[in-house]
């Protein structure tokens, strides 16, 4: 049997709920080694790419690493609105209700592709746990961001004979405005943070994610500091 | 919700085991459209995806298509010798007890990576079915290969609200003999089929899938066409 570090590998989008974890692993785990992993894949918004690269460093990960998955732009493009040379991005007024059961930014799959890479990069790591940034605000219908998804992926990992990665989502149960406060208290810069689905050089303030974020910081009683 | 198809997925390497099952499929399903798909990650045998693209033009699919993967060879490079720079492939005399229990041609994590793209691909385009290779010869120990690994990857999948893609794997408790006598029958042309691990002009006859499948036609009781 090979040895298992205390290592941990987070998922960070460089959107602010994956920031709040990172910070939040950082300073609860003290994983060692702590490593950021960034997926490329032809975002409308490369902004993120660059926030995400950012905070490792304010943080002090021991590595971060973009790992370019620009084929599922290609092979899902049918499918979403969400890179490059897809459809626009509606704005919230304009998603109806049936859409807003699978919001038109649904990636297909998404999440079981980056948590099945992110395990593989772990496994050969030695590495043992991942983290990702879901959390409970899935208004607009994600299926691959809910607790029971969780479980069932960690029960494919779990048949793993020799190293089983398990995934750990803190934050599966949480509104999105309890990861502003928690951020707050942890002095997470969110002007560094890119949630817009839009590929502005300033957040277009109309998109789903722009209203949720706008929404979230209200609740918790804080402007956002990037578009407040 | 949206129309579904009858069309189907296959994962095709190449190798004698998914070329057999794309004849299946297409023999006893008949989908439309039938799409074979394979993957591109750096392998050290290129012939394979050669052998994919003549198998799949032999069939009559209505798309064959090459998605490129090769960050996976990046990612996971510390945890394998499958692709090109890894380790050395050794010869089954020299892969101990131990490391049959995972072979050293073990990809990390790599049958939910290729399972989630395709099942990615195909709620993109519609399709309901997925079918891929996996038989019971896992003498090398792949835990990913199993059903209750297939079991719980579909468990996952049927969270999916609009379009839960199911994944087949017809073969999974058939022995690799049995895959000879089928796709005899059915007119496979095995000289076509690429399972060698090393990246030779011809199989090297010593790795351990050269020596499975040499084992498997003599099962079998036939010649292997291309290293009889």
Redesign the interface.
């Given at each position: 049997m090979s040895d298992q570090t205390a290592g941990a590998v987070v998922l960070l989008s460089g959107g602010m709920d994956s920031t709040v974890l990172l910070h939040h692993v950082a300073r609860t785990q003290n994983p060692s080694p702590l490593i950021s992993l960034s997926f490329s894949y032809g975002q409308r918004h490369s902004k993120e790419l660059a926030d995400a690269e950012w905070q490792a460093a304010r943080v002090g990960v021991d590595e971060h690493r973009v790992?370019?998955?620009e084929?599922?732009g290609e092979?899902?493009?049918?499918?979403?609105t969400l890179v490059y040379g897809g459809a626009a991005v509606p704005d919230l007024d304009d998603v109806t209700k049936d859409a807003l059961?699978?919001p038109p930014t649904y990636?297909?799959?998404?999440n079981?592709?980056l948590l099945?890479?992110a395990?593989?990069?772990a496994?050969?790591?030695d590495i043992h746990d991942v983290y990702y940034g879901a959390q409970a605000h899935d208004e607009y219908?994600y299926?691959?961001c809910?607790a029971?998804?969780l479980e069932?992926?960690n029960?494919?990992?779990s048949?793993?004979?020799?190293?089983a990665?398990t995934i750990h989502a803190p934050f599966v149960a949480d509104k999105k405005a309890s990861l502003v406060r928690m951020g707050m208290e942890m002095g997470v810069d969110f002007e560094r943070t890119w949630s817009c689905y839009r590929g502005g050089d300033q957040p277009c303030a109309t998109c789903p994610t722009c209203v949720e974020r706008r929404n979230a910081f209200a609740e918790a009683g804080f402007d956002d500091p990037l578009c407040g």
């Open positions: 790992t370019p998955i084929f599922i092979l899902v493009s049918a499918g979403t059961s699978q990636v297909p799959n998404r079981m592709m099945s890479i395990a593989a990069f496994e050969a790591r219908g299926w691959d809910t029971e998804f069932r992926i029960n494919v990992l048949l793993n004979r020799r190293k990665v």
